[in-house]
């Protein structure tokens, strides 16, 4: 096996555990960013659009922040600021009420996700 399969198996491992975290965390959001770069998760979100002459701009303010990229050693984050002039889409996942993000419902809802995937 050479250097670049092993490149590639790790590569796709890291990808595997990001979406299997990812499904574990989604349902703890009330907000998901889609911007170019980057899917964010969230609870808290506000937009701010600056008008320019020649495109709209963005700017994005975002508390309790999960971050869709397998290379951050942490994806949760307490705070994020987004400033773009690309497409962003904003979906309401909840109302909010009952869904607050510790630390303790997000190593529990991810320690059950992986561990039932596991045992597949």
């Known amino acids: ?3 670049l ?7 796709a491992e890291l990808e595997l555990r990001l979406k299997k975290e990812y499904s574990a965390v989604f349902g703890l959001f009330r907000y998901c960013v889609l911007t170019p770069d980057v899917t964010y998760l969230c609870n808290r979100l506000e937009v701010e659009q600056t008008s320019q002459p020649s495109y709209p701009y963005l700017h994005l303010r975002m508390e309790d922040v999960w971050v869709w990229d397998k290379n951050r050693p942490t994806r949760i984050i307490p705070r994020a600021e987004v400033f ?5 889409t904003i979906e309401e996942l909840n ?3 009952g869904s607050q993000l510790t630390a303790e419902a997000l190593a529990e809802r991810i320690g059950e996700q992986l561990q039932s995937e596991d045992d597949l």
């Open 1 to 3: 096996m050479s250097h």
């Open 5 to 11: 399969d092993d490149l590639d198996d790790y590569e």
């Open 84 to 88: 773009t002039s690309g497409d962003v």
């Open 95 to 97: 109302t909010g009420e």
